[in-house]
T-cell receptor, first 113, second 112 residues
């Protein structure tokens, strides 16, 4: 079955790195995503990684994928107060025939000035 | 200015009333989706549509209905059968054959 799990809360100091973790159970997932949600807003696509990749870097964001352990992480370098938000991990698996994403419960990132 | 719009931003429902949430996109995306978000939880799929005049139930379709008469529009009706409708509703869209979804700003539905 499909299940995506994340820790609920992370607090870091401004300027530090943040690492948000996610585990998933469906080994046939093809794409894994990170979305950001600010209060009262929709979800903003941050980045995604294809399942045959180990790492993807995009400016301050680094995504690491350990397919053997079904573990995904998002590292935010030089975290700023504007990074405070809820971060959702999501997976897709088009082989199920259902083109929708399965989301984790979200990790609330709090950045202390 | 391309994107996904949802209206209204806030919606109030009285007991026994049906209400309709609007979702429009000008991205020329084929597929559209409706998700429900409850506090402290992830998103759960209500309905999705991969093509005009076709739609499929998601995980929590009971008490909801949709239509897809135009490519750009995918309205969601919350019926009186939905006993716990208070939530944040998010619409998304994607190109056919691509899994990456883009989201609208959401509608918060409250019950009076």
């Amino acid at each position: 079955g499909e299940d995506v799990e994340q820790s609920l809360f992370l607090s870091v100091r401004e300027g530090d790195s943040s690492v948000i973790n996610c585990t998933y159970t469906d080994s046939s997932s093809t794409y894994l995503y990170w979305y950001k949600q600010e209060p009262g807003a929709g979800l903003q696509l941050l980045t995604y990684i294809f399942s045959n990749m180990d790492m993807k870097q995009d400016q301050r964001l680094t995504v690491l994928l350990n397919k053997k352990d079904k573990h995904l992480s998002l590292r935010i370098a030089d975290t700023q107060t504007g990074d405070s938000a809820i971060y959702f991990c999501a997976e897709s698996n088009p082989r199920t025939g259902r083109r929708a994403l399965t989301f984790g419960s979200g990790t609330r990132l709090q950045v202390q000035p | 200015d391309g994107g996904i719009t949802q209206s209204p931003k806030y919606l109030f429902r009285k007991e026994g009333q049906n209400v309709t949430l609007s979702c429009e996109q000008n991205l020329n995306h084929d597929a559209m989706y409706w998700y429900r978000q409850d506090p402290g939880q992830g998103l759960r799929l209500i309905y999705y549509s991969q093509i005009v005049n076709d739609f499929q139930k998601g995980d929590i379709a009971e008490g909801y209905s949709v239509s897809r008469e135009k490519k750009e529009s995918f309205p969601l009706t919350v019926t009186s059968a939905q006993k716990n409708p208070t939530a944040f509703y998010l619409c998304a869209s994607s190109y056919q054959g691509q899994e990456t979804q883009y989201f609208g700003p959401g509608t918060r539905l409250l019950v009076l």
